[in-house]
């Protein structure tokens, strides 16, 4: 798909949670979002390629996937620069962190500096799961549940697209009802702050819990940009620091203005004409 003509040209992409290769990845959607997108700066932030999925069972890959590798490497060809931080899922390539390839850098955390100034910590998230998870037991029944629901979001949205409707997350409609899984995104939410706290920086861009957001808490940003399992959605900042949160249509899901810089103080001198 080529990108249409009217595509803005935006200061700043993240995306993350693709898990491509497993089976409840979806690819033709993103590649749809890529293959549309202009933008100077790609952070992927994190389990963009499952390798946990495809070294435990086995691999999803197919077209779809395929155009999604296709539309990176047009990016990276039109002059954007692609930023990767891996995640847990993609955690060997953390070994080799550090590197400036031809293609990407490759970073274990990297500090974003917005058009407005605000500095940014841009980090997976799953740093923070010895904070907010509880024991291994009860892990290993979430992730078995996670996975059936998924199977039943799947399912579903193929029925709805029989049926002509729009893509809707079964399984971020069942947590935003539990009150266990509430409680679990506050403690990451609280974690990702915390840290970019402790480093003196305005806030956080991370992903990993598969749950969108952009909010500002005590002074600080917290944004999550989604994954493309459930939420089908990105975060993108625009020429003058303004953040958005979009769905894979293109729809503004949040929003944050770009922070009021003060203005340059007066030294009483004439400028040059």
Not at 5 to 17: C, E, K, M, Q
Not at 47 to 63: C, E, K, N, P
Not at 128 to 143: I, N, P, R, W
Not at 243 to 249: G, M, T, V
Request: include cysteine.
């Amino acid at each position: 798909m080529p990108v249409p003509a009217h595509s803005p040209l935006r200061r700043a992409v993240f995306i993350s949670d693709v898990h491509l290769g497993a089976r409840h990845c979806h690819a033709a959607e993103l590649a749809d979002f890529l293959d549309g997108l202009r933008c100077e700066r790609l952070y992927l932030v994190g389990d963009i390629v499952d390798l946990w999925w495809l070294a435990q069972r086995r691999a999803s890959w197919g077209a779809a996937q395929n155009r999604v590798v296709e539309a990176l490497h047009a990016l990276n060809r039109s002059g954007t620069e692609l930023v990767y931080i891996p995640g847990n899922h993609d955690r060997p390539i953390r070994r080799f962190c550090g590197l400036v390839l031809p293609a990407m850098q490759l970073r274990r955390r990297a500090i974003h500096v917005t058009a407005d100034g605000r500095r940014l910590l841009v980090a997976h998230g799953d740093d923070y799961d010895a904070v907010t998870h509880f024991g291994s037991l009860q892990e290993k029944f979430g992730d078995w549940l996670y996975y059936r629901i998924l199977t039943g979001n799947q399912w579903l949205n193929a029925l709805r697209t029989r049926l002509g409707l729009r893509y809707w997350s079964l399984s971020e409609f069942l947590k935003s009802k539990s009150g266990a899984a509430e409680r679990y995104i506050g403690r990451f939410v609280r974690a990702g702050l915390d840290d970019a706290r402790r480093r003196g920086l305005d806030g956080i861009v991370c992903g990993h819990i598969h749950r969108a957001a952009l909010l500002q808490h005590d002074g600080l940003l917290y944004a999550n940009d989604g994954d493309w399992v459930e939420s089908l959605s990105a975060l993108v900042e625009e020429a003058d620091g303004t953040l958005r949160l979009l769905s894979h249509l293109g729809q503004v899901l949040a929003e944050v203005p770009p922070r009021m810089l003060p203005l340059a103080r007066d030294t009483g001198e004439a400028a040059a004409a």
